[in-house]
């Protein structure tokens, strides 16, 4: 079991270590709080913030920091790009942290220019059974991507927040050793009040939060 854990570690680091490599300019500029949004003179480039929340509901129960590795192989990535580009090519980023508490329950942020987005979700380990989703079978971490999930970034705002999307999943019957979830449902949630507690506490400086929910794949 211990040798099993620490073969998970390493993998795990590796995959951190490659994810860092192959972050370009543009993703580290999405995961970086940006300069304050200033509504006088903003040019069209400026980045806003955008909340969102991610759940992985395990059989009723959220998964503790899916932002973060797992163990048993599990863990959620962002792929972001601009509506109508095909995502396939598109490497997974780990999101912006508002906070270390606020991340540990799901919330994340991306910092981006004004105009329409895709937004997937990438899972190690975890299989989507939705329509439209994506799966990379493996022996050592099977990779599984949600259907695009679209929203906007307003140019008159600073901070958006975008929804909170989650995912009703299981641990599969039948399966090989390295899937540990099947998703089969993905709910977009209006979680403001919370939102703006996460806002206050730890983005206010990017003004009043605004909400624009994202539309479901």
């Known amino acids: 079991m211990l ?3 620490l073969k998970a570690r390493s993998v795990f680091a590796l995959v951190a270590l490659l994810s860092a490599a192959c972050a370009d300019q543009g993703v580290k500029q999405m995961v970086a709080k940006p300069k304050p949004f200033a509504a006088e003179g903003a040019g069209s480039a400026e980045r806003r913030v955008v909340l969102f929340r991610g759940v992985v509901d395990i059989e009723g129960t959220p998964m503790e920091g899916p932002w973060s590795f797992h163990f048993n192989g599990l863990g959620l990535f962002t792929v972001v790009g601009a509506k109508p580009a095909n995502l396939t090519r598109l490497h ?3 999101p912006g942290r508002p906070s270390a508490p606020a991340s540990d329950d799901g919330w994340a942020f991306l910092a981006l220019p004004p105009g329409t987005y895709q937004l997937v979700f990438e899972g190690t380990a975890i299989r989507f059974a939705l329509a439209g989703a994506q799966y990379y079978s493996s022996e050592a971490v099977p990779i599984g991507r949600s259907p695009p999930s679209v929203f906007v970034v307003s140019p008159d705002a600073g901070l958006i927040y975008i929804g909170t999307f989650s995912f009703t999943c299981h641990e599969p019957t039948s399966r090989p050793d390295a899937l540990k979830l099947e998703c089969t449902a993905l709910e977009i949630r209006d979680e403001a009040q919370q939102a703006r ?3 206050q506490t730890s983005l ?3 003004g009043a939060l605004q909400e624009a929910l994202a539309s479901p794949p």
């Open 92 to 94: 997974s980023f780990l």
């Open 197 to 199: 507690q996460i806002a």
């Open 204 to 206: 206010s400086q990017y």
């Open 3 to 5: 040798a099993k854990r």
